[in-house]
C-alpha cells in the first residue's frame, strides 16, 4: 500500500518555465511534508518543507502548496533552470514518528 | 550545515563475504540515523531506524541478520551486509535526523555490486 504517490514518473520543461510536481498521500495523520532533490547516484538533497497548519511554503524559486483537504502537495519551481533536471521526491511524516515516507520520484527535465 | 558522509561510495565483492558501511554525521550528533535501500527506478525503502546505544529497529521483511547496524557513537552508524548475495546488489543510503526535526540529511550513497 503506497501512503505517497508520485504519479508522474517523468516531467519535461523548457527552461525558464514553471515545473509543478505532483504528490498525492492517502495517510491523513500525516502532518510534515518534504522534497528532496537527487541526482543519479547521489544522496537527496533536502529542498522545502511544509507542515500542516500551513498552505503554502516559499524559498527562492521553490514554493510548496499543501492542500490538505485533497491529500495533494505540489512543488512549483519558477524559472526553471537545468540545473533543476534531478529526480524530485516527495516525502511525508507522521507526527511523532521518525520515520520518512517516500514517493516513488519524479524525474524532471528542464531543457535548454 | 548538517553534512552526512557515507563510506565507501562503491564496492564490488565476491559473494558470500560481508561487507560493511559507514555513515557518519560530520558537523552535528545525530542520535537517530535511517538506512535506505534504493532499487532502479525505485522509491527509497527504509531498511531501518538505528539509534545510538540500543539496537536498531527494522523494517518488515527485512532481515535483521543479515544486515547488522551498530550505532555505536553519535556521529557513526554502520551497517554490514553479511553472506552478500547478487539479489543484495543496490544503492544503500544513509541519514541522520538533526536535533527534533523530522527533516533528514542524507549521505551521497553506496553502489553495492555483489559478483
Known amino acids: 500500500d503506497q501512503q505517497v504517490k508520485q504519479n508522474s514518473p517523468s516531467l519535461s520543461v523548457q527552461e525558464g518555465r514553471i515545473s509543478i510536481l505532483n504528490c498525492d498521500y492517502t495517510?491523513?495523520?500525516?502532518?510534515?511534508f518534504l522534497w528532496y532533490k537527487k541526482y543519479p547516484a547521489e544522496g537527496p538533497t533536502f529542498l522545502i518543507s511544509?507542515?500542516?497548519?500551513?498552505d503554502k511554503n516559499e524559498d527562492g524559486r521553490f514554493t510548496v502548496f499543501l492542500n490538505k483537504s485533497a491529500k495533494h502537495l505540489s512543488l512549483h519551481i519558477v524559472p526553471s533552470q537545468p540545473g533543476d533536471s534531478a529526480v524530485y521526491f516527495c516525502?511525508?511524516?507522521?507526527?511523532?514518528?521518525?520515520?520518512?515516507?517516500f514517493g516513488k520520484g519524479t524525474k524532471l527535465t528542464v531543457n535548454p | 550545515g548538517a553534512v552526512v558522509s557515507q563510506h565507501p561510495s562503491w564496492v564490488i565483492c565476491k559473494s558470500g563475504t560481508s561487507v560493511k558501511i559507514e555513515c557518519r554525521s560530520l558537523?552535528?550528533?545525530?542520535?537517530?540515523m535511517f538506512w535506505y535501500r534504493q532499487f532502479p527506478k525505485q522509491s527509497l525503502m527504509l531498511m531501518a531506524t538505528?539509534?545510538?546505544?540500543?539496537?536498531?529497529?527494522?523494517e518488515q521483511g527485512v532481515e535483521k541478520d543479515k544486515f547488522l547496524i551498530n550505532h555505536a557513537s553519535l556521529t557513526l552508524s554502520t551497517l554490514t551486509v553479511t553472506s552478500a548475495h547478487p539479489e543484495d546488489s543496490s544503492f544503500y543510503i544513509c541519514?541522520?535526523?538533526?536535533?527534533?526535526?523530522?527533516?533528514?540529511?542524507f549521505g551521497p550513497g553506496t553502489r553495492l555490486t555483489v559478483l
Open positions: 541519514s541522520a535526523r538533526k536535533g527534533g526535526l523530522a527533516k533528514q540529511f
Open positions: 495517510n491523513s495523520m500525516f502532518d510534515y
Open positions: 511544509i507542515s500542516s497548519i500551513k
Open positions: 516525502a511525508a511524516a507522521q507526527g511523532g514518528s521518525e520515520k520518512l515516507v
Open positions: 558537523d552535528f550528533q545525530a542520535t537517530t
Open positions: 538505528s539509534n545510538e546505544g540500543s539496537k536498531a529497529t527494522y
